[in-house]
């Protein structure tokens, strides 16, 4: 573990495969330095010592970015700056010229990150975030990302054989990224990557990743609804652009009022809270009626709520069977599980 993330040891096609495969990953970043220090100059020394030269091109566009946690240097764009300088330094004094800043669509993206006494720098080898799978056309309103989306697929522990409902699908992210996993379909299929701005890039590995196969699985019940009909039309925009619309059935329903699509299965959803739609006494009379919904409708279901509301279980009136912590960006927020049975849970 490192802070922010995790860390693994391997070649270049396992950066590839994981770029090109990871659901849940947001970045991979190479690390090419680290150092003690106390001061701007003694990251700016350290920086200009490492060969950049080595790793990409002068002609390459560069972008800095700088994250630290209990650093004692009073500026992070200062000490940004400095990193800036010193790669650039170190092309000038090599060959005379320098790389060109690009803070919009960098070639290479440079991460530095500060603790209290030490630096780490990294290449970033994903380019854009790695959510971000190419697929997506028509915007719902406060859509998931999708590796999120695609984490909390797996959370809920649902196989491709079992019947699987997004009943407030919105632009359909839940779906999309259940049905690529179920079709196996790599995430990064529609998308460019950074390390193949970098010098180290091998493009026949690149092509032996890119043409790996994983399990397909041909029978998928997937179903989405929406009260919405602007959701339900971005929804089919992304599930076409994504490749996977044919095994998808969609429909305008509202899920206080529609049936479940099969005896048993996997329920997940997004609903509206506070901080991204609705008011709160809204959602305070909406939740009993979901919660009487659930136990109407779907006995034999698995049900499965993301939200950042944390009186869901209490307001809904059902007990959850698991509450994972997870976060949408800084916004902290529970998956609940609820396992609905005929009658009632209490005793």
């Known amino acids: 573990m490192v802070p922010g993330g995790v860390s693994y040891e391997g070649d270049w096609s396992a950066c590839y495969r994981v770029n090109f495969w990871s659901r849940i990953a947001s970045r991979v970043l190479w690390r090419v330095g680290d150092f003690d220090y106390r001061s701007e100059h003694d990251v700016y020394a350290a920086t200009k010592a490492l060969d950049w030269l080595a790793h990409f091109k002068v002609e390459r566009t560069l972008r800095v970015n700088v994250t630290a946690q209990k650093s004692p240097l009073k500026s992070l764009e200062f000490v940004t700056l400095r990193i800036k300088d010193a790669v650039c330094d170190r092309f000038r004094e090599k060959t005379g010229r320098r790389p060109s800043v690009d803070r919009a669509r960098p070639d290479v993206r440079v991460h530095a990150f500060l603790d209290g006494t030490h630096a780490t720098l990294y290449l970033d080898t994903s380019g854009e975030p790695l959510f971000k799978r190419g697929w997506r056309h028509g915007v719902a309103d406060a859509p998931l990302r999708e590796?999120?989306?695609?984490?909390?697929i797996q959370l809920t522990g649902w196989q491709p054989d079992e019947p699987l409902l997004d009943p407030m699908c919105g632009g359909g992210t839940l779906l999309v990224e259940a049905a690529a996993m179920a079709r196996g379909r790599a995430p990064g299929a529609k998308r460019a990557f950074g390390f193949e701005k970098l010098s180290t890039f091998d493009a026949q590995a690149w092509s032996k990743v890119?043409?790996?196969?994983?399990?397909?699985?041909?029978?998928?019940?997937?179903?989405?609804?929406?009260?919405?009909?602007?959701?339900?039309?971005?929804?089919?925009?992304?599930?076409?652009?994504?490749?996977?619309?044919?095994?998808?059935?969609?429909?305008?329903?509202d899920i206080l009022e529609r049936g479940a699509p099969a005896p048993r299965g996997v329920m997940v959803a997004n609903p509206p809270y506070g901080e991204r739609l609705g008011s709160a006494d809204e959602l305070a009379a909406f939740y009993p009626r979901l919660g009487d919904a659930l136990k109407k409708n779907f006995a034999g279901w698995r049900c499965y709520f993301f939200t950042a509301d944390?009186?869901?279980p209490k307001l809904i009136r059902l007990q959850p069977s698991r509450r994972t912590p997870l976060f949408n960006g800084a916004l902290e927020c529970r998956l609940y599980e609820f396992v609905i049975v005929s009658g009632s849970h209490r005793g």
């Open 147 to 152: 590796n999120l989306a695609a984490g909390i």
């Open 210 to 253: 890119k043409s790996e196969q994983r399990e397909k699985h041909a029978e998928l019940r997937l179903f989405g609804s929406d009260t919405d009909p602007k959701a339900l039309n971005a929804a089919r925009r992304n599930l076409a652009e994504a490749g996977i619309e044919r095994w998808v059935q969609l429909e305008r329903s």
């Open 310 to 312: 944390l009186r869901l």
